[in-house]
Every structure is written in C-alpha cells, then in structure tokens.
C-alpha cells in the first residue's frame, strides 16, 4: 500500500508506529471500499494478539464512534463489509484522504483524516448534494419563489401557499435533510440550536421527531432518514419540503410527495401498535405478546438495527448509555452479542450485520424484532424469521 506523508507534526516514531498506529491511503486501482483496505495490519494483530477477535471501535475527533465487526480470511483478519463501508460513506472519504489510526486499548482506535494538502478534517463531513438539486431557475410565483425545475407547480401541494419551500430529489444517501444556501437565504430562514427539535409533517396525518444540525455552516435535519423508510422513498423519488415557522424560526417541514416508489403509511392494529404493512399478523411470532415489538424488512446497508421515533414513542422505550451491551436472541436459542448506539437522538443496535451474515439475510428479508426490557430498559433483541 503506498504510503502518504503525513502533515508536519503527525509523524510517529517507527517502534511506536509498528506496535499501536497504522495509515491507509489508496494505491493506483483501488477505491475505498476495496477488500485490501478492511485488512487490520498484520503487526497490529501480533503485538496486541487477543484485543480484536471480534470487533474494532473508531472514534473521531468529533465524538462520533462506528463499531465494526471482524471476521477471518486464512491468516488475515478484516473488518465486515457492511461495517466498513458505513465508515467510508459516513466519512465521504476522498481518493486522495489517508487515515491514520492510534491504537487506544482493547478494541479501541483514534481515527484521524487528513486530505491531499494535510489539513484534518476535525467535524463531521458534509454531505455532498449532487449536481442536479442546485437551483436551475427562479420563478416569479408566490412572490419571486425560488423553483428548481423538477416538479410542475411546486406550489399546488402545499398547505400554506404563503410558505416557503423547496423540492427535493432523493440521492443514494438520505441521513439528513440539507437546506441548501439558495433556499436560506430566499427566505430569510432561521433555525433552533444545534440538536433541537423539529418535526415532520407527514401525508397521513403523523409526524416524527427531527433534530436540528449544522455542518459547516450548512443546515440539515436528522431524522429524514426514518421518513424515508417509514415511506419507502428511493433514490429518485421526489418530494415537496414546505416550511412551518414560528416568525422566521423553522419548527416544521411538510412532506409532500410527488413521485414516491410505495409510499406505504403505517397502520394501527387492533391493539393500537404501529405496524408497516409488509407483515400478516406479525403478533403471532412474539415469545410474549405483550412484550413491544417492531417489523423490518432488509435494506441493502444493515450494519445498525435502527430502532424508529414513532416506535419508541409508542413504547415509551428506554435505552442503555451509548456502546452499552445487549444481545440479540436468536431462533435457534443462542444469543450473539450487541450494543446501543444513539447518533443524534436516533437509537439502534451495532452487531445487527453479524446476525444477518449468521442467517445469510438478505435485502428483502423480513423480520418481527421483539424487545425483551429490564425496568423498563431495552436489554435484549428477540429475532422472529419471517421469510
């Protein structure tokens, strides 16, 4: 693997490097996602030779943390797909990046990128809109509204005609709803502080809880990825994002579709639990039919076992401290190790891409997720196969 300099001041000595750091950079044919760059190094196994037999843990700068799981290949140990390539997507990792990782203890790892000219990058990076949701014109409607050419009349599907708004086309990656600097500055919007809340407004009447964000001066909501899956929105779909305010403060976005693969709401049973349509009767797979539960059906990432707001909500669900243990209780009676995760206010599972390699899940697979709680704490998993 070739080599690159790192910044002035990074330099580790060579004995020290050999028994707690390492770098990855790309060499001429790889990308990022290349089977040779999952490989932990060699002489980072042998000076610490029981620290990873099972999983690593990466933490930035800024706090956030990915949980990769291991597995074996002859005499090689590398970290799951699914696992690391969450880190490469999280981290928009750039051909000319390299990383470099410091050995903090058991299973532990400090990751710092640095780019082509050395400078680190020390928050988390933004993600990048693709060309086509810049604005390509600027319609006079509704005041001098600002359109962006891909839906015919943005302003019929909104509630308030007087609101503003903007149209969004899905990307291959929606964790987070960007408001682009056009339309902040079209409307003079303002937003609350970092890591408040807001809502979604949704077709059928709901809402779910958003969180305020700000990544290098851009303005995004956490939260949109659950509407997306609530919905089953695709790469491609398009949908209308109108603005409630409280004077110029967003509290609010209304979701209005305009093209949407199969926007299939959620339904109430007859006990009043949320249920999402892809399940008959999904009740009989529960061990106790009073225990809270929710279905999923396999996406094509299932690194984390994302646990929805409305689902928690319903529930009144409780969660461990962040990286605390739980397990998840499988069908053939044994149980494989996991662990809580909260980004942003949203909770989920790290492990759950070692469950579905066990049983050779695949995308389309359905599964009843039942919680087993401890004081009303979520301590374990129950897995029910449906297909």
Avoid at 55 to 74: E, H, I, M
Wanted: proline share 6%.
């Amino acid at each position: 693997m070739k080599r690159k300099k790192l910044p002035e001041g990074e330099e580790i000595h060579q004995t020290q490097s050999k028994k707690s750091s390492f770098s990855k950079s790309l060499s001429p044919g790889q990308n990022w996602k290349s089977k040779s760059m999952r490989i932990i190094p060699e002489e980072i196994l042998r000076s610490n030779p029981e620290a990873f037999e099972h999983r690593v843990v990466f933490t930035a700068p800024w706090n956030n943390s990915w949980q990769l799981w291991l597995q074996g290949d002859k005499n090689c140990l590398f970290m799951i797909k699914e696992d690391w390539n969450e880190f490469v997507d999280d981290n928009l990792l750039a051909s000319d990046d390299t990383l470099h990782f410091t050995h903090q203890g058991t299973m532990y790892f400090q990751v710092r990128i640095f780019k082509k000219d050395g400078k680190e990058i020390l928050s988390a990076p933004l993600e990048v809109e693709p060309p086509h949701q810049e604005p390509t014109t600027v319609s006079a409607s509704g005041g001098g509204r600002q359109s962006f050419a891909h839906v015919e009349n943005p302003e019929r599907y909104l509630l308030n005609p007087n609101n503003p708004y903007f149209e969004k086309t899905l990307t291959k990656t929606n964790t987070a709803l960007y408001v682009s600097t056009p339309v902040v500055k079209k409307y003079e919007l303002e937003f609350g502080p970092r890591n408040s809340s807001m809502h979604f407004l949704l077709p059928d009447g709901n809402k779910l809880e958003g969180f305020n964000k700000i990544y290098s001066g851009l303005h995004a909501f956490l939260g949109w990825a659950n509407v997306c899956q609530k919905y089953n929105l695709k790469q491609g779909d398009t949908v209308v994002c109108e603005f409630e305010l409280s004077g110029r403060v967003v509290t609010a976005v209304r979701v209005h579709f305009v093209t949407a693969s199969n926007s299939a709401s959620g339904r109430q049973t007859s006990r009043g639990r949320e249920s999402f349509d892809h399940v008959e009767s999904p009740e009989r797979y529960l061990f106790n039919p009073n225990n809270p539960y929710f279905e999923k059906t396999l996406t094509k990432t299932n690194s984390v076992l994302y646990v929805s707001p409305p689902v928690i909500e319903k529930y009144g669900l409780e969660f461990g401290p962040h990286s605390s243990s739980i397990d998840f209780l499988l069908p053939d009676g044994s149980k494989m190790e996991g662990f809580t995760k909260s980004y942003g206010g949203l909770y989920g599972f790290l492990g759950w891409a070692a469950v579905c390699q066990k049983y050779n899940l695949k995308p389309g697979d359905s599964v009843v997720c039942e919680f087993e709680l401890s004081r009303g704490v979520v301590s374990a998993v129950r897995v029910h196969f449906v297909n």
